[in-house]
């Protein structure tokens, strides 16, 4: 190939022909690079299928435990905890396993000891009614109208007792079937107190109601709200010291009606002040069963209070005793 400048060759190129190069070391070389790439694509499809194998496992190993715990807690098995693991969605759902596992026990215990609670509860007087009748059948105590009261005075405590736990227990399955109509809290309020103002004066105690001249208008189902008043009341005439002060007060705060009572000494601890919503629950156990307690008045007045779209509130009264605060709207829900 000649190189032109200005019409002038300036330099001539010349190529030469390689060497031929065999044809066998081409098939050679062809072969030993596709064996090599065979055997490098092996090594990366193993390697691939093992770090998937790995991460499966990885991610399947929490799924599977919580198969296993959602099982075993299904079954009844409330002590199983899974250890938190993964990312921020794994871990949630296994803290929501450990949380929902943790309620259920706890529910479990609560089932456990109401149960127990309830047959010792019911035991009490039907011991006392096996043992007057026994009584009277063996000629020990002769049948006479005191004899006939003593019973009827242990039925009837049976059959409260029956009626609050059966009040409380459909409170917590559904709501409680309640009749609402106009009417005044301070009449109730008013006629509650005169029921209970002989008895508080038997116990040595002076029932006192604060305000409730006014009509305060409300829309409440009114016979579950006297049996809310008889166990305030109820409570506080037992709880109280002689002599002693109870003050019932019935007002308006806002959209609300307020339901106050207050007694005097003695008060309780506020350990034990949280919990006497509870069923069951009392501050001082043989001392509550002699003078007749259940422990289920509060759990009805707050049940009832639910009822109606309140709540109650237990608070140091400032005469030295307890404060039951029942807030409720003037037209229930």
Request: proline residues 5%; contains cysteine.
């Amino acid at each position: 190939m000649n190189v032109v400048v200005g019409g002038r060759v300036v330099a001539v190129a010349r190529g030469l022909l390689a060497p031929a190069v065999p044809l066998g070391i081409e098939l050679d070389f062809l072969r030993r690079e596709y064996r090599h790439t065979r055997a490098l694509a092996l090594i990366l499809g193993v390697l691939m299928a093992l770090a998937a194998w790995l991460a499966a496992r990885a991610w399947a190993r929490p799924l599977v435990e919580l198969r296993q715990a959602t099982s075993r807690i299904a079954a009844g098995d409330f002590a199983v905890r899974l250890a938190p693991r993964g990312g921020d969605e794994l871990a949630d759902a296994l803290h929501n396993i450990n949380s929902m596992a943790a309620s259920l026990g706890e529910l479990e215990k609560t089932r456990r000891i109401w149960l127990a609670q309830i047959s010792h509860e019911l035991r009490t007087p039907l011991t006392a009614l096996s043992g007057e009748l026994d009584a009277l059948l063996d000629s020990v105590r002769p049948l006479t109208i005191e004899a006939v009261e003593s019973l009827r005075e242990e039925v009837t405590r049976l059959a409260r007792l029956i009626d609050d736990l059966h009040l409380v227990a459909l409170a917590d399955v559904r709501a409680l079937p309640c009749q609402f109509a106009p009417d005044d809290a301070a009449a109730v309020v008013r006629q509650a107190a005169a029921r209970f103002a002989p008895r508080a004066a038997t116990a040595g105690l002076e029932l006192v109601v604060a305000g409730c001249e006014a009509p305060v208008a409300v829309c409440w189902d009114t016979r579950r709200i006297e049996q809310l008043l008889a166990n305030l009341l109820a409570n506080a005439v037992r709880y109280t010291d002689a002599p002693g002060r109870i003050v019932l007060h019935a007002y308006r705060e806002g959209n609300a009606t307020v339901l106050d009572v207050r007694d005097s000494k003695p008060g309780v601890p506020p350990d034990r002040r949280i919990r006497l919503l509870e069923p069951l629950f009392r501050v001082e156990e043989s001392r509550d069963r002699n003078q007749g307690g259940s422990g289920l008045g509060l759990s009805v007045c707050a049940a009832i209070a639910r009822a109606h779209g309140g709540t109650v509130e237990l608070d140091q009264s400032d005469l030295g005793g307890l404060r039951v605060c029942v807030r409720l709207p003037a037209r229930a829900p």
